[in-house]
């Protein structure tokens, strides 16, 4: 079982930022920017985006919903970023799909995942 995966278990606990049926967000515990929150699916069904297909790619909007939901409850008017990792040589350490949502730092340009 994943980190992830035993997170959404309640394994690990974790400071959620946002949770329904399908979706997992919590506050990522090294961030990289003044808000920093991962976007999880609760099924472990993806790696990450090479492993999106039409019959999986309904989870792929309900994160981007959920996203747009917490950037708007935290009221990011001036911007963030969303970040997916895909694959080890890209930063990837856990191997579930999820999504970063990076926000508060002027220069946003930099690598920071």
């Known amino acids: 079982m994943c980190v ?3 997170i959404i278990a309640g394994e690990i606990p974790s400071k959620k930022a946002y949770e ?3 979706v997992l967000a919590i506050y990522d515990i090294n961030p990289q920017a003044p808000v920093h929150i991962v976007f999880m699916p609760k099924e472990h069904l993806l790696t990450c985006a090479d492993d999106i297909r039409p019959e999986n790619a309904e989870i792929i909007g309900k994160i981007f919903a959920a996203i ?3 950037a708007k ?4 008017k ?3 970023r969303i ?3 895909c694959g080890a040589a890209a930063g990837q350490t856990v191997m579930h799909i999820h999504f970063h949502l ?3 730092k002027a220069d946003m340009s930099e ?3």
């Open 20 to 22: 329904d049926e399908d």
């Open 111 to 113: 690598r920071m995942v």
């Open 102 to 104: 990076l926000a508060g």
């Open 4 to 6: 992830f995966c035993k």
């Open 73 to 76: 409850d935290l009221g990011l």
């Open 68 to 70: 747009s939901k917490v």
């Open 78 to 80: 001036d911007g963030y």
């Open 83 to 85: 970040i997916n990792n």
